[in-house]
């Protein structure tokens, strides 16, 4: 029973390319995250958003942009790829933003 | 803004040795919560340890305990007998309020931590 499920995992594509990550969770948590890990590990937040808000790391190109069909959702869309771009992603997600967040097993991109 | 600083880049210890991560931390709450996660090789986060600022109890859950310590704004975490399965990436992370319910996590830029056998 995966808790929080990213697709893909591994995403191969070139520069100039739109594409998509997907991202769900089934525990039922109000809110969920993107984060963007680097190649030095470093993490960061991209978005947070509930079915009230969404807050958007002022740092975040406006090429990235997330969507959220319905609470269990938050994809993460991303328009004319560049290399900069080359990560890994994490969704998350927790039950209010006190509580522990549960992460995807991460979607490495890289920009060819 | 809140600050995490994980000073120690990697740690090398031979295993069965004892070894504590440092976390430091910078925020204007007053009310606020700190993890750990651990990120093995295979890459996927690993929530380990949730704390409040009210709550200064050390905790102790197997061969891992934690320090929290407010009046020098630290969250160590030590791994007692350590083993080589314990090798992996280490991130402190603090929670802090942003606007309404939203809050932002912020991560520390992680230990990387391998026990040798």
């Known amino acids: 029973d995966t808790a929080v499920s990213q697709t893909p995992k591994y995403l191969v594509t070139q520069m100039g390319n739109d594409k998509s990550i997907k991202c769900e969770q089934n525990?039922?948590?109000?809110?969920m995250y993107w984060y963007k890990q680097d190649s030095k590990k470093f993490l960061k937040i991209m978005f947070s958003?509930?079915?009230?808000?969404?807050?958007i790391n002022e740092t975040v190109p406006n090429r990235f942009s997330p969507k959220s069909p319905d609470k269990a959702h938050l994809n993460l869309h991303i328009n004319s790829l560049e290399l900069g771009d080359s990560a890994v992603y994490f969704c998350?997600?927790?039950?209010?933003?006190?509580?522990?967040?549960?992460f995807g097993d991460g979607t490495r991109l890289s920009i060819l | 803004a809140q600050k995490v600083t994980q000073a120690q880049t990697e740690i090398s210890v031979v295993e069965k040795e004892d070894v504590t991560l440092d976390c430091v931390y910078e925020?204007?709450?007053?009310?606020?919560?700190l993890f750990w996660y651990k990120q093995p090789p295979s890459g996927e986060l690993v929530f380990l340890i949730r704390?409040?600022?009210?709550?200064?109890q050390n905790e102790i859950s197997g061969r891992y305990s934690w320090n929290f310590q407010k009046s020098t704004s630290s969250f160590n975490f030590t791994i007692t007998a350590s083993q080589v399965v314990d090798s992996a990436v280490y991130f402190c992370?603090?929670?802090?309020?942003?606007?309404?319910?939203?809050?932002?996590?912020?991560f520390g830029s992680g230990t990387q931590l391998t026990v040798l056998p």
């Open positions: 992370a603090l929670s802090e309020h942003l606007s309404g319910s939203a809050r932002q996590l912020t």
């Open positions: 958003y509930n079915n009230k808000e969404l807050i």
């Open positions: 925020t204007r709450d007053t009310t606020y919560y």
């Open positions: 525990l039922g948590h109000d809110t």
């Open positions: 704390r409040n600022s009210f709550d200064e």
């Open positions: 998350a997600s927790s039950q209010e933003g006190t509580q522990p967040q549960h």
